[in-house]
């Protein structure tokens, strides 16, 4: 009881026992670009993710899967692979709409973009910079 009410007072980044968690938030800025179902004329994507990070939960775009190969919601300190380790061709997704990386992506940013009216949805270029 007593080490649990400490580690509140404490706040995040506690564990009842008095450890630190140690989520790793990955790289501050990114570059996608499919390295499995690579395209003949490759078109990579900017990635400001930790501002991203700063106004939205983890769970809002990584996810998991389990042994049947079903989708599993995110939970702290999961493993994050890259997307693309489950969205290529080769992977066994199920949901035609997601099987790539591009696919996955474009269906993960631009549905929240849109969703929230803000960020790139039809621009291209605002992700795809030259
Ligand atoms: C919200 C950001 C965003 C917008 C807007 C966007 N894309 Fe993407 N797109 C991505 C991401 C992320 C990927 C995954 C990285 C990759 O496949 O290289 C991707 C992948 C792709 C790929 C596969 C490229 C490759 O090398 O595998 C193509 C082609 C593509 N997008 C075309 C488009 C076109 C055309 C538009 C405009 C109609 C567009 N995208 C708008 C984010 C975006
Ligand atoms: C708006 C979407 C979004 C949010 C929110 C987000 N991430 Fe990410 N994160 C990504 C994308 C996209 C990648 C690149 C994955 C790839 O390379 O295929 C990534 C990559 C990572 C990586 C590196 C994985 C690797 O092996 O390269 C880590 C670690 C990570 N994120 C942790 C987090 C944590 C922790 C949070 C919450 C605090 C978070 N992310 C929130 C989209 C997001
Ligand atoms: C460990 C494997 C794995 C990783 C890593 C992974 N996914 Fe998925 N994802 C899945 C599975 C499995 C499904 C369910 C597909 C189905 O129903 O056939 C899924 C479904 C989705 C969907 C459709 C359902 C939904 O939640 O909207 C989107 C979009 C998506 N993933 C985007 C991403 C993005 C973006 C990343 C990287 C930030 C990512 N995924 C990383 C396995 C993974
Ligand atoms: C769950 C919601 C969500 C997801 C998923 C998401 N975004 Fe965003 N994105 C936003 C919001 C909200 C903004 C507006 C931020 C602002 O106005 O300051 C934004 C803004 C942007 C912008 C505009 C410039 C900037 O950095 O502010 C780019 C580019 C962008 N997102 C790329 C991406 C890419 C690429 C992905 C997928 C890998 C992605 N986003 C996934 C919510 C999301």
């Keep these: 009881m007593y080490a649990a009410a400490f580690a509140l007072t404490l706040g995040l980044g506690f564990t009842t026992n008095g ?11 990114l570059i996608l670009k499919s390295t499995i179902d690579a395209a003949a004329t490759p078109k990579p994507a900017t990635f400001a993710h ?18 049947a190969g079903k989708q599993v919601a995110y939970v702290e300190g999961q493993k994050i692979e890259k997307c693309e380790s ?9 949901n035609a709409k997601v099987v790539t990386f591009k696919d996955a992506a474009h269906t993960n940013c631009k549905g929240c973009h849109t ?16």
Aim: aromatic share 0%.
């Design 86 to 94: 489950c969205h290529n061709k080769a992977a066994g997704i199920t």
């Design 19 to 29: 450890m630190a968690v140690d989520v790793d938030k990955g790289p501050a800025e």
């Design 115 to 130: 969703e929230k009216k803000a960020g790139p949805t039809t621009k291209c270029v605002e992700c795809h910079k030259k």
């Design 50 to 67: 930790a501002k991203h990070q700063e106004r939205l939960a983890c769970k809002e775009c990584h996810h998991s899967k389990d042994a």
